[in-house]
């Protein structure tokens, strides 16, 4: 299988495996690339982003590894960055000075004013009930309007070549228990949110990880986005989002027979240092 996959996590955030793992991984799988990508440490308090000591002995791995020709394959150095609002991510790491071929942007936090903090989207069901209920007023809308306005600021402030997970925030919604996500108010956010994706040329990602991890039957985002996606000649690319080395590419035969049939000829896949159309 001749693509990338260009998400996952391991001992450095909340994945399991050394990066060498990783890197065999991607080898039993086939790929023709691989990319780094452990959660870039924030400075909020949770249980799966790197811790900032960290961050530098991460770099240096990724970078040996890379470097050392015993692979066989290409191997890229990178983040999945957070926007996290009115906190200065990149700031706290230093991002502009790290030596990273690439990074994912990813919105995993929205802010309750209500409760006064930063509050995890893709928790437990229970933390999400808690969330909306607690943090926001009972009003399911709100998360997801605040949720997708994060992703936009993150869209045109971070400008990443990729969008990770473009709908996190309907991980818990399962038969649309909180919101309907055909319906017109979800909807409306969606469109302004891939209207900023396809301004700033951001390649959405299909994100295979809820399906690993087996909370989710299909990847992220969901179909009906995914349409939209075509309709407005939004590019994508396949990651797994793995958390253990097994994971990687996962699903992704499966999804490159669902695209094809939504009549996506062509995926981006990261080749020699760029992101280049591989045809399906
Ligand atoms: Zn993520
Ligand atoms: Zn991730």
């Not at 999945?80 to 906190?87: G, R």
């Not at 017109?184 to 390649?203: Q, S």
């Not at 080395?245 to 062509?266: N, S, T, V, W």
Request: proline share 3%; aromatic share 12%; net charge negative.
């Amino acid at each position: 299988m001749l693509v990338s996959d260009m998400h996952m996590h391991g001992d450095y955030s909340d994945g399991a495996g050394r990066l060498s793992d990783f890197a065999d991984g991607a080898i039993e799988k086939g790929l023709m690339s691989v990319g780094f990508s452990d959660h870039a440490p924030v400075p909020v308090e949770n249980t799966w982003s790197m811790k900032r000591s960290l961050l530098d002995e991460y770099i240096n791995e990724a970078n040996e590894i890379k470097t050392s020709g015993a692979y066989g394959i290409d191997i890229f150095t990178g983040l999945e960055l957070d926007y996290i609002e009115d906190i200065d991510v990149r700031g706290y790491i230093g991002f502009e000075g790290l030596p990273l071929d690439f990074f994912l942007g990813s919105v995993h936090y929205v802010y309750s004013r209500r409760l006064g903090k930063h509050m995890e989207v893709d928790g437990t069901p229970d933390e999400f009930l808690f969330l909306v209920e607690e943090g926001f007023e009972g009003d399911a809308g709100k998360v997801f309007r605040t949720y997708y306005n994060n992703v936009r600021r993150m869209i045109r402030k971070y400008r990443p070549k990729i969008a990770a997970h473009l709908d996190l925030v309907s991980k818990n919604n399962v038969n649309f228990r909180f919101f309907d996500e055909s319906g017109k108010e979800y909807m409306a956010e969606v469109e302004k949110t891939l209207d900023a994706i396809k301004e700033n040329g951001v390649i959405v990602e299909i994100n295979a990880g809820g399906m690993s991890r087996g909370y989710m039957k299909n990847p992220y985002p969901s179909g009906k986005i995914l349409e939209r996606c075509r309709d407005k000649g939004i590019r994508i690319a396949l990651n797994s989002d793995a958390h253990r080395p097994a994971d990687i590419a996962y699903g992704f035969c499966d999804i490159i027979k669902q695209i094809r049939l939504m009549g996506f000829r062509e995926i981006m896949v990261f080749k020699n240092g760029e992101w280049t159309a591989f045809k399906l």
